[in-house]
């Protein structure tokens, strides 16, 4: 994706991630990058799940249940010939992570808008990701901080503008081994 334009929907609709987030998520977990299954929740354009498939990434899922997001997203995916290594679906994210249960994840990227509750979201993620799993969830700095999460080990948590970028490890305890679709 480095040095391709995507085209992102009104700023109205979606808040776009910067890209010194994107760059500061994707550095943190870069160990796990390459052969990944990223799973990109309220995926918006879809920059996180096609910088993913840019440095390696096997397979990206988007979700997003806005519509005009959702057709700008598709344009992005076919723009960038990545029809094939991805699969988007137009959904809220609490039916998509009912749906996609049995399914393996080693990235997730969830950036809602900072007006959403999203606290049950992460314990629905526990059947959906492999060991050692990284989760990364973004938010207004001024929100009250999330809480801990069960079945997340919290790496980090950093600061950048408005946004805050928190880091998640999923434990290894109870985790199955079955990876990809």
Known sequence: MKGRKIQTPPETITR???SVVRAAFFNMCQDVVVDAYFLDLFAGSGAMGLEALSRGARHATFIESQAQAFRVL??????LDMVDHSCCIQTTCRKALLDLQGK???L???DPPYSQKVEELPSLLLECVEKGAYLGIEKNKQTAPLQELEGWDRVT??????????????LYTQMNSKVGF
């Open 16 to 18: 776009p991630t910067q």
């Open 74 to 79: 598709k344009e992005n995916v076919q723009t």
């Open 104 to 106: 393996r994840f080693h």
């Open 108 to 110: 997730i990227y969830m």
């Open 157 to 170: 948590c950093r600061t950048y503008g408005e946004a805050e970028l928190s880091l998640y490890r999923r």
